[in-house]
């Protein structure tokens, strides 16, 4: 799978798996979008003119059945820019829609105006210009804080929306963008009826570009990419790692494949490991985080990324395991619980405790667990879990794991966290 097939949450439209209505417009026939968000829940409007579609797959219907107040302070001919706002540090803004209309901005939230909308652009995104042509949310650990990305022709006007800053940018090499989304990390520029995936930060573009949005993002009979596949039944995941980093972003990896978790609400889907991991290829044993870094563990080599805005591998690795752990691979599971300084390494039916503080790096402690083969392993706030195929075993511990002598029940791999189907 190169590019994306909208693997929808629990709940929502699914562009593969629902009938299409005719509707007018027709999103199906070459139509270029104004505007494209997503709401608080997750659902994703397409705007054309004074129409929008809610999800993936279905018929148009008019804007101002949904966003009532528009029509009330402009004639809705049609959206500029849409945005859903990502910037948790302030409550009273965080997941708010705003519509862009001329040199008017209007912020909703649950399908309701908010108070004091609209106001001109310029009074709520100081420098940024009025007639925008596509606007895109990018949280920080995307770009570098929480931001906004304003277009306007070939330029690019990057909003911290903490200081209310601009910084201006010209990226000539991507196309004029009519429409800007975010889906699960990653960014499309849409063009005519195409789009471009780019960078937010960079503005770069890397594969097979343009593409037909037709293909990707919604349903239309005699399209698609070839990765409509039905998902995986959760009973046939059978995961290689699982870890979340320093900012809170949740991966699970499977064969070459890896998997947002934290992001579930807006949909799943399963991406190269390679896109975000440059220099990884094939299946990985073990992942796990320490600090800002993220250690993926491969046979009898390690790769300690930095988790910065994007990954990127430390001068000098991979290095072998036994150098920089202490420990000959290949392993079944690693995994830190947080604020701890000690890797619990698991090979086998032995768990090897690792402590990062010290140097060099050696095994302090080895203990017998009661299981003869893990996949993977995970701890968090609630403790350990230890995945063996579609299932996972919970111990409050590491400790608890190794000492504990009557085996938690078994709790299966859910739908809503892993994106599967039951």
């Known amino acids: 799978i190169n590019d994306i097939i909208i693997d929808a949450a629990e709940g929502h439209s699914h562009p593969n798996g629902e009938d299409h209505h005719d509707a007018k417009p027709d999103r199906c026939k070459d139509i270029e979008f104004d505007a494209i968000t ?17 999800g993936f797959s279905g018929p148009a219907e008019l804007s101002n059945n949904i966003f009532k107040e528009l029509d ?61 042509d596509a606007a895109v949310e990018c949280p920080k650990g995307e770009c570098i804080t929480d931001s906004v990305l304003f277009f306007k022709g070939n330029e690019i006007y990057s909003f911290d929306i903490k200081t209310k800053s601009v910084k201006k940018k010209v990226w000539a090499h991507l196309p004029n963008c009519t429409s800007a989304f ?43 990419h070839g990765g409509g596949e039905k998902r995986q039944r959760c009973s046939e995941v059978k995961l290689n790692a699982i870890t979340t980093d320093d900012t809170g972003r949740s991966y699970a990896f499977q064969d070459e494949m ?68 202490g ?13 701890q300084h000690i890797v619990n390494v698991i090979q086998g039916q032995k768990m090897y405790d690792i402590d990062l503080a010290a140097t060099p790096r050696a095994v302090n402690m080895t203990r017998p667990i009661p299981y003869s083969q893990i996949d993977a392993g995970f ?3 609630d403790g350990v879990k230890v995945f063996i195929g579609p299932e996972y075993y919970s111990y409050q511990s590491p400790l608890i794991l190794a000492v504990g002598k009557i085996k938690p029940p078994p709790q299966k791999i ?3 966290k892993f994106g599967c189907e039951e």
């Open 38 to 54: 997503p709401d608080e829940k997750g659902n994703t409007f397409f705007f054309k003119g004074d129409h929008l579609w809610k």
């Open 72 to 132: 009330d302070y402009h004639l809705l001919g049609h959206v500029d820019a849409a945005f859903r706002m990502h910037h948790q540090d302030d409550p009273s803004v965080h997941d708010h829609i705003y519509f862009f209309l001329d040199d008017k901005v209007f912020s909703y939230y649950n399908y309701t105006l908010e108070k004091g909308y609209p106001v001109e652009i310029q009074q709520e995104f100081p420098d940024v210009p009025s007639h925008l």
């Open 182 to 224: 975010r889906w699960l990390e990653h960014y499309y520029c849409f063009h005519g009826y195409n789009f471009t995936r780019f960078h937010p930060v960079s503005g770069d573009v890397t594969g097979a570009y343009p593409k037909a949005a037709r293909n990707y993002f919604m349903r239309c009979e005699g399209f698609g």
């Open 327 to 339: 420990i000959d691979g290949p392993v079944d599971a690693a995994f830190l619980c947080p604020n």
């Open 258 to 325: 890896y998997i947002r978790l934290d992001t579930h609400r807006d949909g799943s889907h399963h991406f190269p490991i390679s896109r975000l991991w440059r220099e990884i290829s094939g299946v990985v044993d073990a992942v796990f985080n320490y600090g800002d870094n993220m250690y993926i563990i491969q046979g009898d080599q390690v790769y300690i990324y930095k988790s910065a805005v994007h990954y990127t591998l430390i001068e000098g690795y991979p290095k072998p395991l036994k150098e920089e752990l």
């Open 414 to 416: 859910s739908p809503k």
């Open 379 to 381: 701890c968090d706030g």
